[in-house]
């Protein structure tokens, strides 16, 4: 793996590929979590420095973005600022530059500054390879295991009561494996195909595709009985792509179909801009068309499933409602979380 500081090569399995190769990787619960939330932190200050830089970038790739920003950078960063303080620099991005501020040739070689800073971290670090072992091992210590657990839960349950939700035809965005509840054997019946994907595969089963970029079904035979978003929205770094990751969540559901959606528990119970009342009633139900079906809260995380009422939806409220933040609630320590439709 090239992003990977050690020379060994590592499955997204946790497997070491090098020489005799089975040894697993082991990383503590604690430093799982350091990772992902590192990662997540500074991919997002990334995000915005290309907003503020006015960069457009259509690539996905991590490997790709890393060597668009290197050459970006030999081509603009004129003078290195080697006294910068990187992690105040980080934390008060936002409020130092504003959008639609004009930037200084000074703020401009403190953005390049900062953009180096991150980029070699996210190399240094393993970038989204070591990301994604660090999810999987998350998966089992931090959050209660596999999401997809409560999914087919949930299934076995609407089956038992009379709904029919069966030969479904099942788009899994973000997939780190192919062995998880969802795709068991036992289930089939339930989930007769399952469409894999992810910006970056550890597994000839799971195509490596970023969903923003997926081309759009035309006809309902290409769209999906049951879609599984399981914490990938909370991902994306700009929350205008959030929005048109949720858009496309309903482009891609076929009429009744179903969406099993996952976040990260802070994102609708401790941001200032987001709550259940924001996502569910607001985004989900009237902007998106979609009915819930069911919620579950554990300690870390929130789970929905939604089914999708129809095609239609309304993106004149979701603009005009939700085209920015806005403050809901706001004490310290609270996050930034919001899906945006601007
Ligand atoms: C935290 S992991 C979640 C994995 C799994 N779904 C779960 O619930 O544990 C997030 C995954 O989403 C993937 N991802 C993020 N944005 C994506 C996009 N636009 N298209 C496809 N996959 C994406 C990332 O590469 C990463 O592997």
């Known amino acids: 793996m090239a992003l990977l500081k050690s020379k060994k090569s590592i499955t997204i399995t946790g497997k070491n590929l090098n020489k005799l190769g089975t040894k697993a990787v082991n990383i503590k619960p604690k430093t799982t979590k350091k990772i992902i939330n590192r990662y997540h932190f500074l991919i997002k200050c990334r995000a915005y420095i290309f907003q503020l830089l006015g960069i457009d970038l259509i690539k996905t790739d991590d490997e790709e973005i890393n060597n668009y920003v290197k050459s970006y950078l030999s081509k603009n960063m004129k003078n290195v600022i080697l006294d910068l303080k990187f992690e105040d620099e980080l934390l008060n991005l936002r409020k130092k530059y504003q959008k639609n501020k004009k930037l200084s040739l000074h703020d401009k070689d403190t953005l390049y500054s900062i953009l180096d800073f991150i980029t070699k971290e996210i190399v240094d670090n393993g970038g989204l390879q070591k990301y994604q072992i660090a999810s999987i091992m998350g998966q089992n210590s931090d959050r209660g295991g596999d999401s997809s657990k409560k999914l087919m839960e949930w299934i076995l349950e609407l089956n038992d009561s009379g709904k029919v939700f069966r030969d479904m035809k099942t788009l899994e965005i973000g997939c780190l494996r192919v062995d998880n509840i969802l795709s068991k054997h036992k289930y089939k019946k339930f989930v007769n195909s399952i469409e894999r994907i992810d910006l970056n595969s550890n597994h000839p089963e799971i195509k490596k595709e970023d969903f923003l970029l997926k081309p759009i079904p035309e006809t309902n ?34 009429n009744q179909g ?39 809260k554990s300690n870390k995380i929130a789970y929905y499933l939604f089914q999708n009422n129809n095609s239609v939806y309304d993106e004149i409220f979701l603009h005009s409602n939700h085209g920015s933040r806005k403050n809901i609630r706001g004490k310290p320590g609270m996050n930034n979380f919001c899906i945006t439709f601007g």
Request: net charge positive.
């Open 221 to 254: 035979e290409q769209k999906f009985d049951l879609i599984s978003c399981s914490l990938v929205v909370n991902f994306v770094p700009d929350e205008n792509k959030r929005g048109e990751m949720m858009r496309r969540l309903k482009k891609f559901c076929r």
């Open 258 to 296: 179903l969406l099993f959606f996952v976040l990260p528990l802070p994102c609708v119970t401790n941001s200032r801009f987001t709550d259940d009342h924001v996502l569910v009633k607001n985004i989900m139900e009237r902007g998106l068309n979609f009915k819930l079906l069911k919620e579950h």
